[in-house]
């Protein structure tokens, strides 16, 4: 029997939804409403519905509002492709490009810019639902939400590399239970995903990236997971957020560089770091603020080189070189076993001067750092008009002169931690009275 609980917008009868998918999407989770009214009828009554966006371009301009249980939103097909890169391609060489736009299931954002600090107003789609029990179950999947353009900030940059726009890709706002964000592509958009008080929420198999802010978890939440995505945010951006959140699992994610921080933490407990590779052209790559505690950060690279892009040479997140790649405000945090490489032009370390910190305890007690591993070195830093090509030759690159480094910093705030085997004796730097410490054996020449 055929299931009416299908439903294809480009065979729904009311609006257009190449002219506004918005209005097309809100009129089909009316009729889902109006036909799954009895929330019991022989022991179910509203089994939500399936929303399929076939491959194409579908302008945005009126907000959809979820506010059902059990809803899927898919598509056939991510359709990221780099509008950066497009964007800062002379325009003379366009017609020249194989495709100007990304493409997939893909939504245009055409809705006004939100104000300032009000994502939610900006958003294609907002999740909002008071009462009990909580919304659940939500799914996007596996179409794209581009943001179409950046816009001037006064910056003085070019309005397409400001990641400003007021437009934000998934807005949820209320309490929401075992939702899934997979196979997503989010393109230009101002914050591509915001989520408020999660619990058993799952962002997997996502490209994220060319985005203000990425992934950002607010106001509480519980038992989440952050896996296998591609991210990438700008740099005053978040790539990944989280905020009193307790057993996170952040895993397996590659994070690009420009964001202003790879993993960002407020207030996060007895959550897990693990196995993802980070990239970042400043400091302050990943941060446990507010009382972090109890998290393990593990077996994860750190890769800290230099803008190689003309068109974002120089900009940085005001962040200078003594932040440490991985800082930590929080009692009893585990540091394992993670490989660090930091690759910078000793002429560009910020203050002039000063030995670069990879690891800075600043505050709490009883965190552990074990047999964590540091390859510094002094590179020459440059630019290219290539972006593509000037970041893998970076990446690449292998041989050049050692770089002083500090490997642990341990500030006077922060006493009774533990540091084995994550620096020589000169490279950690920390009260020997009221810290444990042993320092890696050094080769002698």
């Known amino acids: 029997m055929p299931s009416n609980n299908r439903y294809d917008v480009t065979e729904w009868p009311a609006g257009n939804p190449a002219k506004d998918i918005g209005e097309v999407i809100n009129s089909i989770i009316a009729d889902i409403k109006a036909r799954q009214g009895a929330a019991d009828v022989d022991d179910g009554g509203k089994p939500g519905a399936v929303i399929y966006l076939p491959p194409g371009d579908y302008h945005l301009r009126t907000q959809v509002l979820i506010d059902i249980s059990f809803l899927r939103i898919e598509g056939s097909g991510h359709g990221f492709t780099s509008s950066s890169i497009r964007f800062n391609v002379p325009e003379e060489e366009w017609p020249d490009l194989h495709e100007l736009w990304p493409g997939g299931s893909r939504v245009i954002v055409d809705l006004p810019a939100g104000g300032a600090g009000d994502s939610a107003a900006g958003a294609a789609f907002l999740v909002a639902r008071e009462g009990s029990p909580r919304i659940s179950s939500v799914e996007f999947s596996n179409f794209c939400i581009d943001g179409l353009h950046f816009t001037a900030d006064g910056s003085g940059r070019h309005p397409e590399n400001t990641?400003?726009?007021?437009?934000?890709?998934?807005?949820?706002?209320?309490?929401?239970?075992?939702?899934?964000?997979?196979?997503?592509?989010?393109?230009?958009?101002?914050?591509?995903?915001?989520?408020?008080?999660?619990?058993?929420?799952?962002?997997?198999?996502?490209?994220?990236?060319?985005?203000?802010?990425?992934?950002?978890?607010?106001?509480?939440?519980?038992?989440?997971?952050?896996?296998?995505?591609?991210?990438?945010?700008?740099?005053?951006?978040?790539?990944?957020?989280?905020?009193?959140?307790?057993?996170?699992?952040?895993?397996?994610?590659?994070?690009?560089?420009?964001?202003?921080?790879?993993?960002?933490?407020?207030?996060?407990?007895?959550?897990?770091?693990?196995?993802?590779?980070?990239?970042?052209?400043?400091?302050?790559?990943?941060?446990?603020?507010?009382?972090?505690?109890?998290?393990?950060?593990?077996?994860?690279?750190?890769?800290?080189?230099?803008?190689?892009?003309?068109?974002?040479?120089?900009?940085?997140?005001?962040?200078?070189?003594?932040?440490?790649?991985?800082?930590?405000?929080?009692?009893?945090?585990?540091?394992?076993?993670?490989?660090?490489?930091?690759?910078?032009?000793?002429?560009?370390?910020?203050?002039?001067?000063?030995?670069?910190?990879?690891i800075r305890l600043t505050a709490g007690t009883g965190n552990f750092v074990s047999t964590n591993h540091v390859v510094a070195m002094d590179v020459d830093a440059a630019s290219s008009d290539s972006c593509f090509e000037a970041q893998v030759d970076a990446l690449l690159a292998t041989e050049a002169a050692d770089l002083a480094v500090t490997a642990v910093l341990v500030d006077p705030g922060s006493a009774r931690n533990t540091i084995l085997d994550s620096g020589s004796d000169t490279q950690v730097v920390a009260d020997r009275a009221v810290n444990a410490i042993r320092a890696t054996p050094t080769v002698g020449f």
């Not at 899934?180 to 915001?194: I, S």
């Open 163 to 358: 990641y400003a726009n007021g437009k934000t890709g998934i807005h949820v706002a209320s309490a929401n239970d075992s939702f899934r964000v997979t196979d997503m592509g989010f393109v230009y958009l101002e914050n591509a995903l915001t989520i408020h008080k999660a619990d058993a929420l799952s962002i997997h198999h996502n490209f994220i990236a060319e985005c203000g802010s990425c992934i950002e978890l607010r106001g509480w939440g519980q038992a989440s997971k952050i896996t296998d995505n591609l991210v990438g945010a700008g740099p005053r951006g978040h790539s990944i957020y989280a905020e009193n959140h307790g057993g996170l699992l952040v895993t397996a994610n590659n994070v690009f560089p420009r964001g202003a921080s790879s993993v960002h933490f407020k207030g996060v407990t007895r959550s897990s770091v693990t196995n993802n590779r980070l990239h970042a052209f400043y400091p302050g790559m990943v941060r446990l603020e507010e009382n972090s505690s109890e998290n393990l950060v593990a077996t994860n690279h750190f890769l800290r080189d230099h803008e190689p892009w003309t068109p974002f040479f120089g900009v940085d997140n005001g962040l200078d070189d003594l932040t440490g790649l991985l800082s930590i405000s929080g009692n009893n945090n585990s540091v394992i076993g993670n490989h660090f490489s930091e690759v910078v032009d000793a002429n560009e370390i910020r203050p002039e001067g000063a030995t670069p910190v990879i």
